[in-house]
């Protein structure tokens, strides 16, 4: 084994900026970098405000109710997509209006219900509008310019994607016949120009997670998988890799498009779950089983005193990878909101930190989100800067913009 700094063999741990200190090895096709201690950052990151979109129920441009997506142009300026209005509304970097881009209609350049948006390189905006099964581009002024086709029926909060070439990927499931439950689902890619290249199949990943299950009264099987168990998770990076984890340990394959794969380690402490957390996810289930079936008792595993390492992951426009840490839960008035402790109802709140990652396996260090911050829709960040939602439970969401300071 060897220490790695700024990922070359050879450098000192002096050249690094922080303290991380990292082994890796390889095995077969695949490269593993392992975080023993430290980070390049040193201390944990914050996200400090700097902007903030707030809705205005008495100004039809700060009136959004739901904000399903959001994209970042190249001069900063923020798009914010809400389904409900419907609008997509274009602010500036200190987020001061600038435009509503189309609107609800029929005809060239209307859209029924948006949920996703993307900049393309040379400033063109693209709305993603499934129930009109299309894709409709307007200039950086905010001009419609054509309509590409968009797969039907599909809705997906993942995020109408933009790679470093400039390609688009939409969601599609391959098998719209089939049962929900059968679903083949995966990615169709385009051109910069609207063309359609290929379609690309979800990761296989061969995991089931522990579940129990009540039978209704048809006969099916209805599953509810066991709270703070391990999960798989991937995301798509933005250089064609893939990102793909099982968090029943501190382990992230990221899979480049020549096959081979860089295996992102790290060493933790895993976050307790209290009596009064595991309690309340036991009620949560046993309340929703026993309304398909009153007869229904718990006979599955137990819902373990420890998490698992980490809930979920994204990649920023820079490639890097946000890992969002299991943390202990806090009681809180409200649970209402998706940072709440997974299928409970009650009171129980973790805390939103992310590990961050270069893909290379650099551990860059932690950043500590305030509260009311969402990863639905999934922030956009590039270099220093985040934009992102932030509502409390039972608040109307507000887009904010942030800068990372370590």
Not at 146 to 162: K, Q
Not at 179 to 193: I, M
Not at 204 to 225: K, L, N, S
Request: charged residues 25%; aromatic residues 10%; proline residues 8%.
């Amino acid at each position: 084994m060897r220490k790695l700094c700024l990922a070359l063999a050879a450098a000192s741990l002096a050249a690094c900026g922080g303290d991380w200190e990292a082994v890796s090895y390889e095995t077969g096709d695949t490269t593993v970098v392992r975080t023993v201690a430290g980070s390049v950052w040193g201390q944990p990151a914050t996200l400090v405000e700097k902007a903030r979109v707030a809705p205005n129920p008495d100004d039809s441009a700060f009136a959004f109710d739901v904000v399903a997506a959001l994209a970042v142009g190249g001069r900063g300026e923020v798009y914010v997509v809400d389904p409900e209005t419907p609008a997509v509304r274009v602010y500036s970097k200190s987020a001061k209006y600038v435009r509503t881009i189309g609107g609800k209609g029929v005809g060239a350049g209307f859209y029924s219900l948006p949920n996703g948006v993307a900049v393309l390189p040379d400033g063109r905006v693209v709305v993603r509008d499934p129930r009109r099964s299309q894709l409709v581009v307007y200039s950086r002024e905010g001009d419609y310019l054509e309509r590409w086709p968009h797969p039907s029926g599909v809705y997906d909060p993942l995020p109408l994607m933009r790679d470093a070439d400039g390609r688009l990927y939409t969601r599609t499931v391959y098998n719209p016949s089939d049962p929900r439950e059968d679903w083949d689902r995966g990615f169709v890619r385009y051109s910069s120009d609207g063309t359609v290249q290929d379609t690309i199949p979800d990761p296989a990943i061969d995991f089931e997670p522990p579940a129990v299950a009540v039978e209704t009264r048809e006969g099916e099987e209805v599953r509810f998988a066991i709270p703070l168990t391990a999960r798989a998770y991937w995301a798509r990076g933005y250089h064609g890799e893939v990102i793909r984890a099982i968090s029943d340990r501190y382990a992230i394959d990221v899979v480049r498009p020549d096959g081979s794969v860089v295996r992102i380690e790290r060493e933790f402490e895993p976050a307790p779950a209290t009596r009064e957390e595991r309690a309340a996810l036991y009620r949560a289930i046993d309340r929703r089983a026993r309304q398909i079936d009153y007869r229904w008792t718990w006979g599955g595993p137990v819902i373990p005193e420890v998490k698992p390492p980490f809930k979920g992951l994204f990649v920023d426009e820079d490639g890097r990878i946000w890992v969002r840490l299991h943390q202990p839960a806090e009681p809180v008035e409200s649970a209402a909101d998706e940072s709440a402790a997974e299928g409970a109802e009650t009171a129980w709140r973790e805390p939103i930190v992310f590990d961050v990652f270069e893909p290379g396996g650099r551990y860059l260090g932690q950043v500590h989100a305030p509260s009311g911050f969402r990863t639905l829709p999934q922030p956009v960040i590039r270099g220093d800067m985040v934009w992102a939602v932030v509502a409390e439970a039972g608040e109307l969401p507000n887009v904010v913009r942030f800068r990372i300071d370590h």
